[in-house]
């Protein structure tokens, strides 16, 4: 690829404007860097075993990649592949060919001038041109440092680097049509990982979405789910915390509703309303709306004249709840609105108490106001929304009991925002949805018809895409079934209509169902087959198990499934929930009826085992939810604290957590959480061990704390210590292949620190018979196992290779003593 980049030099040298010269040169720089980045990435993650919770913090913070953050985390990948190659980005650390600073002293340079200067700043015609000519001799050194770290193109897409005297694909998209790419986010969706991209192309560099393996490097366990995450926002140029269950946008190819989100902003911005009601038919976007106003506020992409609120709570309304001893049915709304509370709650305390369940109705509201007061939360600062009310109720009675319930919720928790097919005789800020303008309708089929290659939509005119949209009444969800239809029926625009127009919208699904399962494949059919009979909530963890069953990519049923209406999803990013539509479950068991009596005697026996599966993995699940996270950040000051480690700000954090401390200083999880920070993060190792064990001491039944507290005793060289606590942890739920492992990288890194290479031999022995025993052990059982298999693998591969070194050089050592 350095062809590639000499290209584009090139190109930059010949802009006559500095300005435009400046900007693209950064544009290489930010290429070279994030591409160094990734290839060092999965060489450490392929190739060396790494215990360093600081990785996959940072790997997070790449997801959205700042220009410091390549950087960052070259500073931590270098020093680990220089153990294997001792000359890899000779220089990144060293000053070298005459230059005062190391490259990555004058990288930091740089970035603090794009971020002042360049970025916020004033850039005039001197700082332009010196400029210029640095970031051009950067590039430069770049090319020649990261000699080792650029790949080489093969076949013209494949990607390789060679480190250590061993060829390696690289496989992460790194390559579009012949260009470099510059990375602008990388998002987790129910689809899959997918990296957003433009490329390093001066004449054109439209972004490109594209996909991750589900194993790709930034898979890490942190991206792990959450029920609220605490996440800074920015607007009216000052900074907040807010904490949210909100699932991400439901559509990249959003258009218009600019009124529709101007009033969303001005009923957020006004004191006055308490509610506010979204109505409209079906199929207009109500959800989409709702949920595009709320990431556009999380995103920091809106003003508003007032404090946002700090609790945004998300509840999808449903007649159903999942336990483990089944689903159960409501009956009444209560049970329904019940739950959204518990669920408000859930920002306070991961696992909730029983009396959280044996309350109901005004008195459960009561204890919500009240432990919401105790947090210091007024009614202002909490934002709940309510989606798709008007399957809650269905006579009149029923209408006006709901109606009372979210009058109340209103008034006394917080702010209420309600989305209905109905208009809810409430007291509200009235916003109703309707079609798309005729320009939205236009700018919409043709965004879905490049996204989905409809040929005939892209050549259409806007004569045609205005008839077209006239005719599906500008609604959202018909011109997405025509643009699809017409990409998967390899069909024109007038068959697509004839076949489309004037059916009710059930007949509509119906013929899409009949259409979309005659084209996809005899696994797929098995595996809606077995969703429309599970009985547990269909999720990634029951389709992904029915995936594996049925041996298909999770991945290729996740696209197959967006490419139909067979259902709605509710995606959150690190985890999503699907709903298959009424008529499309229908659909699904006639065509189950319609088979022979063995397959469908099959396909129950694979509904009854992903049951159990889902049964057993929630207790497993619940064994390890000790409501460490949400336990420790409770207060205030520790919600501050943690936003501070996200931003990698630790010595603001460290006087947030005295303070927390201070505040609440019998908090177990809070303990724990800072003690991991200052072991991982700073070298205040005695310290963090002090406040690790009082977090064992505080709560002797916390399994994370107590695993935390044995890694802080096996890191400071307290081995038996370790193995005590490590050991305790298997009573209290880990696995004991979990157990065995830990104890294993324990003996690994003592036989690191060993000087005497035969002592050291006999410790990586015992090491490796401690991870022969974790793979036998090992019971693939949760998300969490299928993790520790790859590190006893991982950890068996590097003790071999260390003793494979120290068995040569003993004998080097004992034929030169002969």
């Given at each position: 690829?350095?062809?590639?980049?000499?290209?584009?030099?090139?190109?930059?040298?010949?802009?006559?404007?500095?300005?435009?010269?400046?900007?693209?040169?950064?544009?290489?720089?930010?290429?070279?860097?994030?591409?160094?980045?990734?290839?060092?990435?999965?060489?450490?993650?392929?190739?060396?075993?790494?215990?360093?919770?600081?990785?996959?913090?940072?790997?997070?913070?790449?997801?959205?990649?700042?220009?410091g953050m390549p950087i960052t985390l070259l500073d931590q990948l270098i020093p680990i592949i220089r153990s294997n190659e001792k000359k890899y980005c000779n220089g990144w650390f060293?000053?070298?060919?005459?230059?005062?600073?190391?490259?990555?002293?004058?990288?930091?340079?740089?970035?603090?001038?794009?971020?002042?200067?360049?970025?916020?700043?004033?850039?005039?015609?001197?700082?332009?041109?010196?400029?210029?000519?640095?970031?051009?001799?950067?590039?430069?050194?770049?090319?020649?440092?990261?000699?080792?770290?650029?790949?080489?193109?093969?076949?013209?897409?494949?990607?390789?680097?060679?480190?250590?005297?061993?060829?390696?694909?690289?496989?992460?998209?790194?390559?579009?049509?012949?260009?470099?790419?510059?990375?602008?986010?990388?998002?987790?969706?129910?689809?899959?990982?997918?990296?957003?991209?433009?490329?390093?192309?001066?004449?054109?560099?439209?972004?490109?979405?594209?996909?991750?393996?589900?194993?790709?490097?930034?898979?890490?366990?942190?991206?792990?789910?959450?029920?609220?995450?605490?996440?800074?926002?920015?607007?009216?140029?000052?900074?907040?915390?807010?904490?949210?269950?909100?699932?991400?946008?439901?559509?990249?190819?959003?258009?218009?509703?600019?009124?529709?989100?101007?009033?969303?902003?001005?009923?957020?911005?006004?004191?006055?309303?308490?509610?506010?009601?979204?109505?409209?038919?079906?199929?207009?976007?109500?959800?989409?709306?709702?949920?595009?106003?709320?990431?556009?506020?999380?995103?920091?992409?809106?003003?508003?004249?007032?404090?946002?609120?700090?609790?945004?709570?998300?509840?999808?309304?449903?007649?159903?709840?999942?336990?483990?001893?089944?689903?159960?049915?409501?009956?009444?709304?209560?049970?329904?609105?019940?739950?959204?509370?518990?669920?408000?709650?859930?920002?306070?305390?991961?696992?909730?108490?029983?009396?959280?369940?044996?309350?109901?109705?005004?008195?459960?509201?009561?204890?919500?106001?009240?432990?919401?007061?105790?947090?210091?939360?007024?009614?202002?600062?909490?934002?709940?929304?309510?989606?798709?009310?008007?399957?809650?109720?269905?006579?009149?009675?029923?209408?006006?009991?709901?109606?009372?319930?979210?009058?109340?919720?209103?008034?006394?928790?917080?702010?209420?925002?309600?989305?209905?097919?109905?208009?809810?005789?409430?007291?509200?800020?009235?916003?109703?949805?309707?079609?798309?303008?005729?320009?939205?309708?236009?700018?919409?089929?043709?965004?879905?018809?490049?996204?989905?290659?409809?040929?005939?939509?892209?050549?259409?005119?806007?004569?045609?895409?205005?008839?077209?949209?006239?005719?599906?009444?500008?609604?959202?969800?018909?011109?997405?079934?025509?643009?699809?239809?017409?990409?998967?029926?390899?069909?024109?625009?007038?068959?697509?209509?004839?076949?489309?127009?004037?059916?009710?919208?059930?007949?509509?699904?119906?013929?899409?169902?009949?259409?979309?399962?005659?084209?996809?494949?005899?696994?797929?059919?098995?595996?809606?087959?077995?969703?429309?009979?599970?009985?547990?909530?269909?999720?990634?963890?029951?389709?992904?198990?029915?995936?594996?069953?049925?041996?298909?990519?999770?991945?290729?049923?996740?696209?197959?499934?967006?490419?139909?209406?067979?259902?709605?999803?509710?995606?959150?990013?690190?985890?999503?929930?699907?709903?298959?539509?009424?008529?499309?479950?229908?659909?699904?068991?006639?065509?189950?009826?319609?088979?022979?009596?063995?397959?469908?005697?099959?396909?129950?026996?694979?509904?009854?085992?992903?049951?159990?599966?889902?049964?057993?993995?929630?207790?497993?699940?619940?064994?390890?939810?000790?409501?460490?996270?949400?336990?420790?950040?409770?207060?205030?000051?520790?919600?501050?604290?943690?936003?501070?480690?996200?931003?990698?700000?630790?010595?603001?954090?460290?006087?947030?957590?005295?303070?927390?401390?201070?505040?609440?200083?019998?908090?177990?999880?809070?303990?724990?959480?800072?003690?991991?920070?200052?072991?991982?993060?700073?070298?205040?190792?005695?310290?963090?061990?002090?406040?690790?064990?009082?977090?064992?001491?505080?709560?002797?039944?916390?399994?994370?704390?107590?695993?935390?507290?044995?890694?802080?005793?096996?890191?400071?060289?307290?081995?038996?210590?370790?193995?005590?606590?490590?050991?305790?942890?298997?009573?209290?739920?880990?696995?004991?292949?979990?157990?065995?492992?830990?104890?294993?990288?324990?003996?690994?890194?003592?036989?690191?620190?060993?000087?005497?290479?035969?002592?050291?031999?006999?410790?990586?022995?015992?090491?490796?018979?401690?991870?022969?025993?974790?793979?036998?052990?090992?019971?693939?059982?949760?998300?969490?196992?299928?993790?520790?298999?790859?590190?006893?693998?991982?950890?068996?591969?590097?003790?071999?290779?260390?003793?494979?070194?120290?068995?040569?050089?003993?004998?080097?050592?004992?034929?030169?003593?002969?």
């Amino acid at each position: 690829m350095k062809k590639i980049f000499e290209k584009q030099i090139d190109v930059a040298k010949t802009l006559s404007d500095p300005s435009a010269q400046l900007n693209f040169q950064s544009s290489i720089l930010r290429s070279l860097m994030q591409l160094a980045t990734i290839t060092s990435l999965e060489y450490v993650k392929e190739s060396i075993p790494v215990e360093d919770p600081n990785l996959d913090e940072n790997i997070e913070r790449f997801l959205t990649p700042s220009d410091g953050m390549p950087i960052t985390l070259l500073d931590q990948l270098i020093p680990i592949i220089r153990s294997n190659e001792k000359k890899y980005c000779n220089g990144w650390f060293e000053a070298t060919n005459g230059f005062d600073n190391s490259l990555c002293k004058d990288l930091l340079l740089w970035v603090q001038f794009r971020n002042k200067i360049q970025a916020h700043g004033v850039l005039d015609q001197e700082k332009t041109r010196l400029w210029a000519n640095k970031t051009i001799q950067l590039i430069e050194r770049c090319l020649k440092i990261f000699d080792l770290a650029i790949p080489k193109v093969k076949d013209k897409k494949l990607l390789t680097i060679k480190i250590a005297g061993k060829e390696r694909i690289i496989e992460s998209p790194l390559l579009i049509n012949g260009n470099a790419t510059v990375i602008s986010r990388i998002t987790q969706k129910k689809t899959g990982w997918k990296m957003s991209v433009q490329p390093l192309n001066y004449g054109c560099s439209d972004e490109v979405i594209l996909d991750l393996s589900e194993s790709n490097i930034f898979a890490t366990k942190s991206n792990a789910y959450e029920s609220y995450k605490i996440i800074e926002i920015t607007t009216n140029n000052n900074d907040y915390i807010i904490q949210h269950n909100s699932p991400v946008r439901q559509t990249d190819t959003f258009e218009g509703r600019t009124e529709e989100l101007e009033a969303l902003t001005d009923w957020l911005s006004d004191d006055d309303s308490r509610r506010c009601l979204v109505y409209g038919d079906g199929g207009y976007g109500k959800t989409t709306l709702v949920l595009e106003f709320i990431n556009q506020l999380l995103e920091s992409n809106l003003e508003l004249t007032k404090k946002p609120p700090e609790v945004i709570c998300y509840y999808s309304a449903k007649m159903t709840r999942w336990t483990s001893e089944g689903i159960t049915y409501f009956t009444s709304i209560q049970p329904v609105l019940d739950d959204s509370v518990r669920e408000l709650m859930g920002c306070l305390h991961d696992v909730l108490s029983k009396d959280w369940y044996t309350r109901s109705g005004r008195a459960l509201v009561n204890k919500a106001v009240e432990e919401l007061k105790a947090n210091k939360f007024t009614r202002d600062e909490i934002l709940i929304i309510l989606d798709n009310t008007e399957t809650l109720a269905s006579t009149s009675q029923e209408t006006k009991e709901l109606a009372q319930q979210i009058d109340l919720m209103g008034r006394v928790i917080g702010r209420v925002i309600v989305t209905s097919r109905r208009q809810e005789s409430i007291e509200a800020k009235q916003l109703l949805v309707q079609g798309l303008t005729m320009t939205d309708s236009v700018n919409l089929l043709q965004s879905l018809a490049h996204e989905h290659k409809a040929k005939p939509i892209i050549q259409a005119g806007d004569a045609k895409l205005r008839k077209i949209s006239e005719k599906l009444m500008y609604k959202p969800i018909l011109l997405e079934a025509l643009v699809i239809y017409i990409s998967r029926a390899n069909v024109g625009i007038e068959q697509a209509m004839e076949n489309l127009y004037r059916k009710s919208n059930d007949e509509l699904l119906e013929f899409l169902y009949e259409d979309a399962w005659e084209r996809i494949g005899g696994l797929q059919k098995e595996a809606f087959f077995i969703l429309a009979s599970l009985h547990c909530p269909l999720d990634q963890y029951s389709i992904s198990r029915t995936c594996q069953l049925l041996e298909i990519q999770h991945s290729e049923f996740q696209t197959s499934l967006s490419e139909t209406h067979f259902a709605t999803v509710i995606d959150y990013g690190s985890h999503y929930i699907l709903e298959l539509v009424e008529l499309a479950k229908r659909f699904f068991i006639k065509k189950l009826n319609e088979k022979s009596s063995k397959t469908q005697a099959r396909i129950n026996s694979f509904v009854d085992e992903i049951d159990k599966y889902v049964v057993q993995r929630n207790e497993i699940e619940s064994a390890y939810k000790k409501d460490r996270i949400a336990e420790a950040f409770r207060s205030e000051l520790a919600k501050a604290a943690k936003v501070e480690v996200d931003k990698n700000n630790i010595n603001e954090a460290i006087v947030l957590f005295e303070l927390a401390l201070e505040e609440d200083s019998l908090n177990a999880a809070l303990h724990d959480r800072y003690a991991w920070i200052l072991f991982n993060k700073t070298n205040e190792y005695e310290k963090a061990r002090t406040l690790s064990e009082k977090a064992v001491s505080l709560n002797p039944d916390n399994c994370d704390a107590i695993v935390n507290y044995a890694i802080i005793n096996y890191r400071l060289n307290k081995l038996e210590l370790g193995d005590k606590y490590i050991e305790l942890s298997e009573k209290l739920g880990r696995p004991k292949s979990f157990v065995l492992l830990r104890k294993a990288i324990a003996r690994q890194h003592k036989a690191r620190l060993e000087t005497n290479p035969k002592v050291s031999l006999e410790w990586y022995g015992k090491s490796m018979e401690l991870l022969n025993l974790a793979e036998k052990f090992h019971e693939n059982i949760s998300g969490y196992d299928a993790k520790n298999l790859r590190d006893i693998k991982k950890y068996q591969d590097d003790v071999r290779k260390k003793v494979y070194r120290l068995e040569k050089k003993l004998k080097a050592q004992l034929a030169f003593s002969k």
